[in-house]
């Protein structure tokens, strides 16, 4: 049996460098696009009270929130969302901020959720919303950023998928009754991009929906067409440089979470086979529920890890993300000052170099430097300290010259 100690967790993760420079590089596309946007970076903390987490998510969702007693008796929560967290800051700092605030969060979350692929306990998510507007073209700024967040990476087939969420309450109210209310129509709806159709009716009829209204409540979705304020935002993003194809109206998508008031949205790469990559819309009331504070807001959180996932599948990320230059031989323990003067010089010079931590043999450490991804070694023997010269090998042609 192997030792519990020298294992991961069942759900969470370890990166070693070569896929944490994956992560990076795809990070890096898609900040660059945030940024583009307007968009400022804020961090939150890992834990909350969980009053501040519990009970904005819905039944379900509050079952998967990772909360406990700590040693000062208070009941706190592993951070679920960036969503709800940002509102709390938005309340705490609303007169240290800009009227209309864009922000932008890289952070892991949480959730105790059955581990599958694509899915872990810890993940990453890539939030950015736009508070204090309620106007469509935020909305659409939203969209045209989440669409461009991923063209960056150099995906060439994407889809986003939208909704109304009122039109959504509106057409599934006249099935709701005392056993299942619209929130929990909403939350089964919402399964329809994992589970048949017929998987859905039986989840509605177990419920409590009648077996006839479980039916016709797919069917009344399939005749909704696009309200005039949806109609407004699509149009704004087609504005917005995002191709009208890619846009996609989804009258059976939902988005399980309770607080979603208007525009609703998943964004999915069809080729990669991922699933959804990430979706969002408009929450205008979750803040004042928070605080008092009547803050309108529009955001997305996007799927990380599916992302990388999907940038591998597709081959988008560079072979080599190493940026390790240089490799600084050690000839022997008289030669070290020497070599150690050359790394500072190659430092200095904004070069990223790696000194050699021993003084084994120099076939050995072109064979570390090799490994370790370097693209020169730099050799630093007697005769090149005597005529205050070194070497540069390239380690992928072999070249070598004398510097």
């Known amino acids: 049996m192997k030792n519990q100690q020298v294992q991961t967790l069942k759900g ?25 946007f307007g968009f400022e970076p804020v961090e939150t903390p890992t834990l909350e009270y969980a009053s501040l987490l519990l009970g904005k998510y819905g039944d379900e969702a509050d079952k998967l929130v990772y909360s406990f007693t700590d040693r000062g008796e208070r009941e706190v ?51 950015f919303d736009i508070f204090g507007s309620k106007d469509p073209i935020s909305d659409a700024e939203i ?41 929990s129509l909403i939350q089964s709806i919402d399964k329809l991009d994992k589970q048949t159709p017929a998987e859905v009716e039986t989840e509605l009829v177990a419920k409590g929906l009648g077996a006839s209204d479980a039916k016709a409540v797919l069917t009344a979705l399939q005749s909704v067409e696009v309200s005039t304020q949806l109609q407004t935002i699509m ?9 009208k194809s890619a846009l996609v109206f989804s009258p059976t998508l939902a988005r399980g979470l309770d607080y979603y008031t208007g525009m609703i949205f998943e964004i999915i790469v069809p080729e990669s086979g991922a699933g959804s990559c990430g979706g969002g819309g408009r929450y205008d009331n979750l803040i004042e529920n928070l605080s008092g504070s009547d803050i309108p807001a529009v955001g997305v959180g996007l799927g990380f890890d599916r992302i990388v996932e999907a ?3 597709l081959d988008l990320i560079p072979s080599s993300t190493n940026s390790l230059e240089y490799l600084v031989t050690v000839f022997s323990p008289e030669l070290r000052t020497a070599s150690a003067g050359i790394a500072k010089k190659l430092r200095a010079e904004g070069k990223i170099t ?18 370790i991804g370097a693209k020169f070694a730099v050799i630093v023997g007697e005769e090149e300290v005597k005529n205050a010269t070194y070497v540069v090998k390239n380690l992928e042609t072999g070249e070598q010259i004398t510097s």
Not at 18 to 34: G, L
Not at 86 to 97: C, F, G, K, P, V
Not at 235 to 243: F, Q, R, S, W
């Open 12 to 36: 969470f993760r370890d990166f070693l460098p070569a896929e944490k420079r994956a992560r990076d590089f795809v990070q890096s596309k898609m900040t660059e696009a945030f940024e583009r």
């Open 77 to 127: 929560a592993l951070r679920y969302d960036q969503t709800v967290p940002t509102a709390r800051l938005l309340s705490q700092y609303q007169n240290d901020l800009p009227k209309y605030f864009r922000r932008y969060q890289v952070q892991n979350v949480f959730r105790a959720d059955k581990p599958q692929k694509g899915r872990y306990r810890e993940f990453t998510q890539c939030d």
């Open 143 to 183: 969209l045209a950023c989440s669409y461009q967040s991923l063209a960056a990476i150099g995906f060439k087939k994407i889809e986003v998928r939208v909704n109304d969420r009122q039109t959504l309450i509106n057409s599934l109210s006249p099935f709701a009754n005392n056993a299942v209310d619209v929130f």
């Open 235 to 243: 149009e704004l993003t087609v504005a917005l440089g995002v191709p």
């Open 311 to 313: 940038a591998k599948t």
């Open 354 to 371: 790696q000194l050699y931590p021993g003084t084994t043999s120099i076939g050995k450490q072109l064979k570390y430097a090799s490994q």
